[in-house]
């Protein structure tokens, strides 16, 4: 992968929670983008200030929104306000958790958020792109939002054949493959990168901070963290 300058000023990242999301699933990427710098392997952690790639937003229906765990989240902004802001941001990231019940509540966020985020995208002029991340089962929503029509997606083995389910019955997914992370690149302003659970959605970030920040960026997180990632082991589709 080629090395792009780092942007200034950092991509803005926007986070929808859902009741029961998985806690990994939004602290395991979360921290991944929060230590993105714009420093190399070598020199980081320096006693130079060095300028992140990335800020963070959470955005839930509720003050305080609960995970699986029973860990309580504090939100940002409201959803109302994250639609108003929504042209702002460039990378929208989904944790998963307890989607399916989210699904059929029939409740409108995250989905309606996702629908709205891929418009902009497809809406775009010039060389701008915006960027879907899920982990985990957050590929569901995108399932549903119609973000994943005609791409190739993942999510963890345990929903893979209920994402199958949408492929097969409703046509809402393009493939469904088995792998760590897929990024799908289709030129149309939008990238969409689903990933498999919790440790496959730190390969993932990984992959994000890797594409805006270059390898240096990668391999500075993954010491700070002492993580092992296997960025290898993702798929690229399409990708310009």
């Known amino acids: 992968m ?3 300058a780092p942007p200034a000023p950092p991509l803005k990242v926007l986070i929808p929670l859902h009741h029961s999301f998985d806690i990994l699933d939004l602290t395991g990427p979360l ?6 710098r714009t420093v190399s392997e070598t020199s980081f952690p320096s006693s130079t200030p060095a300028a992140p790639l990335f800020t963070t937003t959470i955005t839930a229906a509720e003050p305080l929104t609960y995970s699986a765990q029973k860990l309580g989240v504090a939100r940002d902004i409201t959803f109302a306000d994250a ?8 990378i929208l990231m989904v944790p998963g958790g307890a ?3 989210v699904i059929n509540s029939g409740v409108p966020e995250p989905i309606a958020l996702i629908k709205e985020f891929a418009e902009l995208a497809r809406n775009e002029t010039g060389e701008r792109k915006r960027t879907i ?3 985990c089962t957050g590929s569901l929503f995108l399932a549903e939002a119609g973000v994943l029509g005609g791409r190739t997606a993942t999510t963890h083995w345990g929903s893979i054949e209920v994402l199958r389910g949408y492929a097969a019955a409703e046509g809402k997914v393009g493939a469904v493959v088995e792998k760590r992370f897929v990024v799908n690149g289709d030129g149309e302003g939008l990238r969409v990168v689903t990933s498999g659970g919790i440790s496959c959605g730190m ?3 990984l992959w994000v901070v890797e594409n805006v920040g270059g390898e240096g960026a990668r391999k500075g997180v993954e010491r700070q963290l002492e993580y092992r990632s296997r960025v290898e082991e993702g798929v690229v589709v399409g990708e310009e």
């Open 31 to 36: 921290e991944i983008l929060r230590q993105a």
């Open 83 to 90: 639609h108003q802001q929504l042209a702002e941001f460039d």
């Open 133 to 135: 991340l899920s982990i």
């Open 2 to 4: 080629s090395s792009p």
């Open 203 to 205: 390969d993932a970030a």
């Open 99 to 101: 989607v399916p019940p």
